[in-house]
């Protein structure tokens, strides 16, 4: 912690912030400069709160330099974290996943449809949602338990692993007990509980990031899942919100080489989220590839016309299997490759 | 709905779109531009998913006209709807109700003084956090159930109402039992199960605007709690995410105007997290009133050097004192009443 | 300067950062933590620039602590500074002026009536545009020198102030010439060389905050105004761009107090853009003053309906004389005026 | 134009903007809806100023519906334009030219070298900037036209095609003399007497995406330089202002779908400004390519840790030599190739 002294600050304003740092029982260390002094704390600050220090006369800022997480970060393990959803469906490591299917789980036609064309352009996993959240409480919510019954069917027909969403406790339950991985969709990003709940689940989780989370939030969310001892997290960016109302989302690809910087977990990119347009979503796919994703999550539905949700981003079929032609040349020049079962 | 046609569209682009208006059991009607060609959709819209139609070609844009929300809207209920926590104490009338008192429970001698402080100079129910939600598992995460039972006491020795936090579930029941008043916090506007939850407990809701969410999202949110049958909701503004670092958050005071033409339901001010620095909470909480909002909710401790949380945006108990002075002549100035036990 | 070493830094690490610290010239302090050390540099840090040290092994961060803005922060000059734009018509006193007309002067008569209304009303300074920066090469972009000359016109009918934006150096020449106050608009606020200019012309400058500036940025930009000798500058809030498309602009009224404790330049506000919805006006002109603004600049059109731009956001004249009379008790609640000729 | 009703209109408040659009000179189509009725204009609106309808009674909102763009609309020429800047040096095509070079022409050495490097590895233009925009008056603002004469000499020594900023109107004459190809940076994006220059000068412009410029206004921008007989247009995403301080910016590489599919114009992409951190320009320039940029924009200096400005961005000549190399391969993934000399 610094604390950052106004520039007409007295030596009594900077006496009196070193006696508070005494009294917080570390050792203050004052650096005069020619503008003005910083006072630094000498001693663990992880957990030090100096709100109180910021009303003091003379104080004109607090600066925290203690990264505020621990178990994500890449000073707490070096090494990449490979998560394993399922034999051959790895995030983490130099092969890249690609997790494809529609929005929602719709009947047994539509999600087994979807299951086979994303299988045959060589999708390692499945994702479809059983419960959906909603901005409108009007608007189609999931088929609940049974879209989960279907996901298991379509995993037996194809060997598919699944990536299905949880939205509370009982969901997280389910999808644990039906999926292999339990996704964790933006508007619940900073649901604390819920994150408390599959950390003690012991299934791999996928993050998604918040609407408008950043990336530090990002991976302190994580960490509340890491403290339940659960590190088979794999992180995704899918786009946030801006003014722009050129795009549904802004797609931070940059996120992916922050992530992988500051912490040893995988991190994953969702370009229909991303972008929010059908035709955004080859170029942004093959971009998030070429930028060293661990993996790509794509919405693609057999009849996109007919979609109970999502319809304008989900790929038709036919593009999905061009778009994964296109991804193996990008993955092979920067030495990665696109994962097959 | 409104499909608009590309400036390059051929008349048989704009016949297939009236086809497929046609087919989906609506009406099309063509307005010919010396630009470009919209064609309006007559029928009721209000679900209409018209994401396959942006495919067809020809097609530039789709714009819905219809507003998403329902029984949250002035449309619906043209008089304000009056929430009342307890006997005294209602939001959406001529009085504007203060609600103050500490970021989080701490122990019975702090929020028995901090009741006592803001009930001396005139708030009329109390805040206070038992369940806390932190960006970081290591942080103070409240008191729990030894929390709202402190509450109960503090209402008891002072009689003002008592607004807290619920989580999930388990924290909304146990709420709904010792409070009068359920706040569903900023990170949990969108966990649309808590809003059900709540949505059924028959007990007034305090929802708070997510860091990022629009004023339409706010609605939406509250109108999941509406569609459980509770319309017993008060919304607060509690400041937004920008990309500016001068304040902890934006505080949306045009929230308040934006809200209460949209909506019969009251909506409140919270210049404490609002601005997130204690010097500006006076100011913005006397433009809030002055912008007509139908409450407020401010942070005081009585000791916010001490705080556990969020003590640099508390109030001392004598700035609190000052500012309760200032705000009754720019509550009448508007012919409004700050609203008194 | 502060230098954030990973955790994982070796004492080889940290002693090269003390090395490059010593060969720029200053003296380096390190501050072990139980986590990391931060090393600081002792010594006038105004224009180090650390960017290389970011780059040596073991760094995780530079952290700068020095303000970069000088001659317009409070630290500078405690005491507020009082801009004069005509006899009886100052910021940053407790008197409040206010600044009302249309966005452009379209012809003689429009201008001159509103002029008479504004007048009429209580307002000490008629603005009106006679160069409009329009976002569409094909809008209507102003009347230019005869503009002015309607402007100067309106002056001596009513003995109003003028207050008239300057787009380009010969545009701030004229405006120079024909009005008290030259506006720089938010598109402009980083034109340096037309900052430059203004500085130089020792004539009152109206600085408007840039679409998405930081309040930081708006102290920098009026920097260059101050740098080049014209220390006669009125800071303006005139609403910032966010992801809300609810309102046109979010007005950050947290801007208010924020720029009064950071410099001693008044601020004044824009309602009138801050909102860009006419009946959003009143209540955010009237928190403007609650919050503590040195002065108003509202948008007033004699026939809104026919304003050739901005007439969403004009007041119609009765409302303006309304609203006038509902600021003077807000004013007074905090030992404020609103300033009369 | 649609005028959106309120669902509690009457039919005499349909009436009434019907009336109001047929004094406008068009022709009104009322679209009755199950929930509210829509009033569509028939009749050219590219000009059309509503908002006086908006104030009507029972109107609830106003939408545009005509793109306010022309001449930079793909509706308006369907081919790309290629914008060739020296010979063998063209954006919009096929080939993707690699512009690189040192934020600021600090000296000869400095420029020559760099020149050479960027020459050595691929690069066909090189970038520097005479003239600076800082955000601090305080900090070095270029050589002004001595860079301009160094650049002159790069571009004997190397053959490079030479870009560079202008930031006012005499700047601009002087980089059209020197310069291939002038650059208007972000925060002069708006600055319309200098775009009106520079469409004036018959010169290509490379025009820099504002800091918070939706795409809408960077096209409109753009439109300015068009408007005056000037299309050689290259328009260049870098990076935008959101909440995440994780980066300087974020690289919005959606835009360059975006841009292509709205607009005629080449768009490329700056990694360097787009990131703000030299780790993650290979990454992001790799993701750009594979997006389908048409050139990318990147700061190289002989030696970064010695930089007069943006040395933390700035590539290192062996890192740019290692991200020209990876460029090809994904290029060709995608049926395009980097531009040689």
Chains 1, 2, 3, 4 share one sequence.
């Not at 469906?89 to 299917?101: E, K, L, M, N, Q």
């Not at 997280?172 to 292999?180: T, V």
Request: glycine fraction near 8%; charge should be neutral.
């Amino acid at each position: 912690m610094l604390v950052v002294m106004q520039a007409t600050a007295t030596q009594a304003d900077i006496d009196r912030v070193c006696t508070a740092i005494t009294e917080m029982g570390f050792q203050p260390l004052p650096m005069p400069g020619a503008q003005r002094t910083t006072v630094g704390l000498v001693g663990n600050d992880r957990r030090v709160d100096g709100s109180h220090i910021e009303a003091l006369p003379g104080v004109s800022e607090i600066i925290y330099v203690s990264s505020p997480f621990k178990q994500v970060s890449r000073e707490w393990r070096a090494e990449n974290t490979i998560v394993t959803i399922a034999p051959g469906v790895s995030f983490g490591g130099t092969d890249v996943p690609v997790i494809a299917g529609p929005c929602s789980v719709e009947n047994e036609k539509q999600i087994l449809q979807a299951a086979q064309v994303v299988r045959a352009a060589g999708a390692v996993a499945l994702r479809g949602g059983a419960f959906k959240p909603r901005s409108s409480p009007y608007s189609f919510q999931g088929l609940g338990k049974e879209g989960l019954e279907l996901l298991k069917l379509a995993k037996a027909e194809t060997g598919l692993a699944i990536v299905t969403e949880a939205m509370d406790d009982d969901g997280a339950q389910l999808c644990a007990e039906y999926a292999d991985c339990i996704q964790i969709g933006a508007r619940n990003m900073q649901n604390y509980s819920l994150l408390k709940t599959v950390g003690k689940l012991r299934k791999p989780v996928m993050l998604k990031r918040g609407m408008a989370a950043t990336v530090q939030e990002l991976l302190l969310s994580a960490e509340y899942i890491l403290a339940e001892g659960n590190d088979q997290v794999i992180l995704c960016e899918r786009g946030v919100r801006t003014w722009d109302p050129s795009s549904r989302n802004m797609f931070d690809l940059n996120a992916i080489p922050a992530v992988q910087k500051l912490s040893h977990l995988p991190i994953i990119a969702d370009p229909s989220h991303g972008t929010g347009v059908r035709d955004r979503v080859p170029p942004m796919a093959r971009a998030a590839v070429a930028a060293g994703t661990d993996g790509l999550l794509i919405e693609v539905h057999p009849d996109p016309n007919r979609a109970l949700s999502d319809g304008a981003q989900s790929l038709f079929p036919a593009q999905f299997t061009d778009l994964m032609r296109e991804l193996g040349p990008i993955a092979s020049a920067i030495g990665r490759r696109i994962a097959a079962l």
